[in-house]
Every structure is written in structure tokens, then in C-alpha cells.
């Protein structure tokens, strides 16, 4: 059985609000350090800027360019692709069409490989500040995964615990 672009949104939906539901139980946090707080706030924004955050100039400009040129070629790849689709539209011959239809789809996969690039930068960028930090400050601070149920709204859910 294969699922259908339907269920996805829900699929998301439920995911996020289980997800969610840790925030609706009422559960506290131990307090956290602001410093170290703020330079997770600005790596979540934008790739580098909580290593500029903590100075670390080096880093911040190697994941601040990085993420830079992913999302420019993203920019690039899906004028390119409009352009590609725009042509495969109004070609007049099969022929023509199938070229231009493959080349949308080359242009495409291009772009969703930069996205994926972007999100790979993103990815390592948090995980620089994590184990910067972990280092830096110790290791009480630490990343964590743990599924519970709140017996109040009776739901099971998932929460990321991150302490600075």
C-alpha cells in the first residue's frame, strides 16, 4: 500500500503536536546560563552566528558562507528551473518537449540537493555549538531525546531536551 500526498500534512501535524505536548504538560527546566543560551538562539537563526556569538570568527565565516552559497544556489536552480518549465510549456514539438521537461527535472534535483546541502550546514552548525559548549562548559550540558506520556491529557509524545 503506498501513501497518498494527502496523509502527509496530517502525518506532520500529528507528529508536531506530539511533539508539542511536552510543552502542554507544564514540565520546567532547570535554569540555564544566558550566554549559552543566546549563542544556541543565534545558530538556530542563521549558521554562524552563534559561533560569532562565542568567538569564533573562523567557524562563524566558514558556516555563514557555506549556508550563504547553498541558499543562493537554491535561488539560482529555481529561476533556472522556472525558465526550463516555461519553455517545456510552450515547446511546439515532442521532441522539444521531452528536452526541455528533462532538463526541468535536472534543474530540480540541483535545487532540492542545495536545500539538502542547507540543511546539512544548519545541521552541523548546532552540532559545532553543542559539542563547543559541551566542552567549553562541561557536560551537565547535553542534547537529549526521551519519549514520555503526560497522564493529565493521557498522550504519549517525545521532547529534545538541550541544556546550556
Known amino acids: 500500500m503506498t501513501r497518498t500526498p494527502q ?3 496530517a502525518l506532520l501535524l500529528i507528529v508536531a503536536l506530539l511533539l508539542a505536548q511536552g510543552m502542554l504538560c507544564g514540565e520546567t527546566e532547570p535554569a540555564q546560563d544566558p550566554r ?3 549563542a544556541l538562539e543565534k545558530s ?7 559561533q560569532l556569538y562565542e568567538k569564533q570568527y573562523v567557524k562563524a565565516a566558514l558556516f555563514g558562507l557555506a549556508e ?8 539560482v536552480h ?13 515547446a511546439g514539438t515532442a521532441a522539444d518537449a521531452a528536452a526541455w521537461r528533462r532538463e526541468t527535472e535536472r534543474l530540480d534535483r ?3 540537493t542545495a536545500i539538502l546541502a ?9 552540532a559545532d555549538i553543542l ?3 559541551g566542552k567549553k562548559y562541561g557536560r551537565e550540558r547535553s542534547l537529549a531525546f526521551r519519549p514520555f506520556y503526560c497522564h493529565e491529557n493521557q498522550a504519549y509524545g517525545a521532547g529534545v531536551t538541550c541544556r546550556f
Do not use: E, H, M, S
Open 68 to 75: 550563504a552559497a547553498c541558499l543562493a544556489l537554491v535561488v
Open 110 to 112: 540541483r535545487r532540492n
Open 44 to 50: 538556530l537563526l542563521f549558521p554562524g552566528l552563534g
Open 78 to 90: 529555481i529561476g533556472r528551473g522556472n525558465d526550463a518549465y516555461w519553455n517545456y510549456r510552450q
Open 36 to 38: 549559552l543560551r543566546k
Open 131 to 133: 559539542v563547543f559548549t
Open 118 to 126: 542547507a540543511a546539512g550546514v544548519w545541521v552541523l552548525n548546532l
Open 7 to 9: 496523509r502527509k500534512p
